[in-house]
């Protein structure tokens, strides 16, 4: 730098100009977290007050089920949000994921909602 610019000032100098002028990059607060195909999945229930359905308003409940690599999704209907509606809704669910290379493992934990929780759990 003394040759092609003239500078005659030290390297520590230069370099306590770089760090001042060009700080490191700030450490994000959320990290990404990527998992395998089929590892994981987010399951919600969805409700919908009063459709009308031939006439007669029902209230109809759909498990929505979302694959976390791939975003595939899947839609399930369903009668009631218990347990066992939750065990059955799953079933019909895994066809529409056969793309993935293995099974989903996370889909044999209790969903969060409470409704879904066998009493005692």
Known sequence: MCGEYGYTGSLRSVQRYWR????????????????????????????????????IPTDLLALHMVLSFSRK???????????????????????????????CASITRRPRSRAGLAPGA
């Not at 209907?77 to 293995?102: E, N, T, V």
């Open 73 to 103: 999704q899947a839609i399930v209907w369903s009668p009631a949000k218990d347990m066992l509606a939750w065990l059955a809704a799953i079933r019909p669910a895994l066809p529409a994921w056969a793309a993935c290379r293995r099974p």
């Open 20 to 55: 001042h002028a060009y700080p490191a990059p700030v450490i994000r607060a959320r990290r990404r977290v990527e998992t395998p195909p089929g590892a994981q999945a987010q399951v919600d229930w969805a409700h919908f007050p009063g459709i009308i359905i031939a006439g």
